[in-house]
């Protein structure tokens, strides 16, 4: 399938994939590329997360999360990549103001934003009436400050 087998080509194949709506094929290529002792890279992570929350690998979507917070120069020089995870856990419907609370302190002011955002996005849709009030304790809870 690949003449060269890289985190390079490995990478643009999933994310190729993920790209055109093959998520399952995306999984499974990930699979390979650690079968072949090949570890993935931020943009593979990216890909990969889209596909768990396109279909709703919220399992898949953990493990990942774990191996990326293992490798924690990941999220601090990527804020897609926190973006991503984020859209991941929304997209599986998987909320909790106190699991993301650590995560959104870690990552940073800018992934905080952004979860907002989608939260009072998805309130208004009606697709998660729980995000709406997720938002507001988050708000309550970790207001947000300047860094020094």
Avoid at 15 to 24: A, E, L, P, S, V
Wanted: include cysteine; charge should be positive.
């Amino acid at each position: 399938m690949l003449p060269i087998r890289n985190e390079v080509s490995w990478s643009a194949l999933i994310k190729g994939y993920t790209h055109n709506g093959k998520d399952h094929e995306a999984l499974s290529c990930l699979e390979q590329m650690r079968a072949e002792g090949i570890s993935p890279n931020a943009i593979t992570f990216i890909s990969i997360l889209k596909a768990c929350g396109n279909t709703g690998a919220i399992n898949e979507g953990i493990k990942i999360h774990d191996e990326i917070e293992t490798r924690r120069d990941l999220l601090e020089k990527n804020i897609v990549l926190g973006t991503v995870l984020v859209d991941m856990y929304v997209k599986c419907e998987i909320f909790s103001a106190n699991s993301f609370a650590g995560f959104f302190l870690e990552v940073g002011l800018c992934i905080l934003l952004i979860w907002r955002m989608e939260g009072s996005r998805s309130a208004q849709r009606a697709s998660c009436p729980r995000c709406g009030l997720l938002v507001y304790i988050n708000f309550r809870t970790y207001p947000i400050r300047a860094r020094s």
